[in-house]
């Protein structure tokens, strides 16, 4: 290890505890074997039956839309096509613009978005111009994900093809960086968009003080807005809704009312969505007659209650335990017209859970399915209040009752809902739900453990997020590399990269081979942590070994502002 710390330039001012596990990285780091295509390729032919065309022909792809719908069925159709697709373009072959298009929807809509910006490569390799829609959609989708590296990648490989971006492009990436929380990515890059020629709109400019707000404050915020007002942008009442948003959820609502009260000296009046904002932060602190003050001033088209003014009373009034005024307003929303939503719903269910009235939560949640409004992850959240009421049984009771309404197998419907609970950090009551499950037949898999893993590094439990892949071997459910980088992720995440470098060691020990996701998670962590010359280093070796791609090592640099690698 300590000759490896010796092979590459000193680093200045890393963090000791980091840089020596880093070291320790290195050396267990494997040479990549890469898989061949045409293994992969074989087996589609065996199962198609489609001729292979003339090179330079327009190629069909196997049809992977009809046939099981089961989602193990799909995904081997879907697959099938890609792996068809990228062997007939490495051939010479054109593929069919709107099948390719088609495919590239699909994979999106799987969260399969190396394939689907792979689709949009070869389309353009070929010759065969994607059209607008799709590329601005797959920049949006993989924004949304979280893959801004690979949206913003892609569109530097577009421009280079010469195809143009537009607003629309570059708002996406633009509000991707800015739900990573890097402002400072997303105001180079708004600079860079002024540049092209392309002008930034008011939703560009509703990101950007949503990301101020949140990072830095929201008079950090209104400091941005005067300055973009001071370089001639003209925000909309959208922006001075956003910060309406930032000073109420600081808790500074009598700043927040009088911010509201002087948007007509602004040149905007108040809409719906301003009221509700306001009246969500009185209704929450308990404010009523303030609330219904503001509820009578909504009398006009624009600023008339919404569902999610409804909304609002309902979950707010069943914060504060008022139940029965709360179904007074469902009621009242019904008889004019408004369908309440699951959203609607989950905040009673919550609280009657709390009170541990279960034959109650039993009758609205058959209203609920009777009203077409499905249950969801917070309806499974609200359940798992009767575990920290000290009902277990009741709650999986009522958890298999809805699991038994559902189209999906009981056994998908329990991995959702344990997946459902340690999203939110709610761990107790999935361990407690899940003893239960397995005891009538659940099984958990590798992605159930996952989910639990992630669930206790969100609340801290790094100790029992380790335990659990000790159980896993325990109980012959040997963890796979993706159960290591849920934990190495977990712990990253929590800004503990030194102990993911810990458990990187522990599962090379253990006969592991790390994946690009691995080195790349570790790669993401230093730089989250800031350890950015760190970062760099330890991706430039990762490089030279080549276990990690030239596209890895172009995202991660676009995104992480990681200069001074060669690629």
Known sequence: MAALLHSVSPITNPSPETSRKACGFFSHIPNLHTVSLNKGFSS??????????PKDSVITLPNWRTGKSDPRSRDFRINDAFVYLEYMVEKGHKPDKVQAT??????????????????????????????ANSYTFLVNHLCKRGNVGYAMQLVEKMEEYGYPTNSVTYNSLVKGLCMLGNLNKSLQLLNRLTKKGLEPNVFTYSFLLEAAYKERGVDEAMKLLEGIIAKGG?????SYNVLLTGLCKEGRTEEAIRFFRNLPLKGFEPNVVSYNILLRSLCYDG???????????????????????????VSSLALHGQVDHALEVLDEMSRIGFKPTTTTYNPIIAHLCKAGKVDQVVKYLDIMIHQQCHPNEGTYNAIAVLCDEGKVQEAFSVMQSLGNKQSSSIHEFYKNVITSLCRKGNTYPAFKLLNKMTKYGFTPNTYTYSSLIRGLCI?????????????????????DIDNWNALILGLCKSRRTYLSLDIFEMMIEKGYKPSETTYTII??????????????????????????????????VMQHDLEGISV
């Open 102 to 131: 088609q495919l590239l929807y699909d994979l999106c809509k799987l969260n399969k978005f190396r394939k689907a910006v792979r689709v949009m490569e070869m389309m353009m390799g070929s010759g065969v111009n994607p059209d």
């Open 234 to 238: 003209k925000p909309n009442l959208v």
């Open 44 to 53: 589609v032919l065996a199962s198609t039956q489609i001729t292979i065309s």
């Open 459 to 479: 609340e801290g439990m790094f100790g029992a997020a380790i335990e659990i892949l000790k159980i896993m071997d325990e109980n012959d459910c040997r963890p």
């Open 523 to 556: 790669v993401e962590g230093l730089a989250h942590e800031e350890e950015t010359e760190l970062a760099v280093k330890v991706l430039a070796e990762l490089y030279q070994r080549k276990v990690v791609s030239r596209n890895t090592v172009e995202r991660l």
């Open 287 to 313: 404010r009523w007659k303030e609330a219904y003050d503001l509820l009578a001033e909504m009398d006009t088209e624009d600023r008339a209650p919404s569902i999610v003014t409804y909304n609002i009373l």
